[in-house]
């Protein structure tokens, strides 16, 4: 079984930064692949997808955090980051870290941790 413990988050300013952290735990075989994401869910809203990072290093975004947020992973740490710059209060929400374990392209795992809450307000 994987654990996802999400850290950083907090109170910011508009405009402000937070760096987000997932640490992994758990033994995981390395016939799969692993792909991480960071998700968001604020009260009232879906869930969605803020940036993902795929086993490769290559990255995609939300249209909403283009040009403000950078998805990072180290893989011998078990660790994915967020660096949020330029915040918004619409990034207000609770940040989840998910991680999908696949093999061809079939996804045979899914483990999510229980996320962290951030906050922009002045």
């Known amino acids: 079984q994987v654990q996802l413990v999400e850290s950083g988050g907090g109170l910011a300013q508009p405009g402000g930064s937070l760096r987000l952290s997932c640490a992994a735990s758990?033994?995981?075989?390395?016939?799969?692949?692993?792909?991480m994401g960071w998700y968001r869910r604020a009260p009232g809203n879906q869930r969605e997808l803020v940036a993902a990072?795929?086993?490769?290093?290559?990255?995609n975004y939300a249209d909403s955090v283009k040009g403000r947020f950078t998805i990072s992973r180290d893989n011998a740490a078990n660790t994915m980051y967020l660096q949020m710059n330029s915040l918004e209060p619409e990034d207000t929400a609770t940040y989840y870290c998910?991680?999908?374990?696949?093999?061809?392209?079939?996804?045979?795992?899914?483990?999510w941790g229980h996320g962290t809450q951030v906050t922009v307000s002045s």
């Open positions: 998910k991680v999908d374990l696949r093999r061809i392209g079939i996804t045979v795992g899914t483990y």
């Open positions: 758990g033994r995981i075989s390395r016939i799969y692949n692993v792909d």
């Open positions: 990072i795929t086993s490769a290093g290559t990255t």
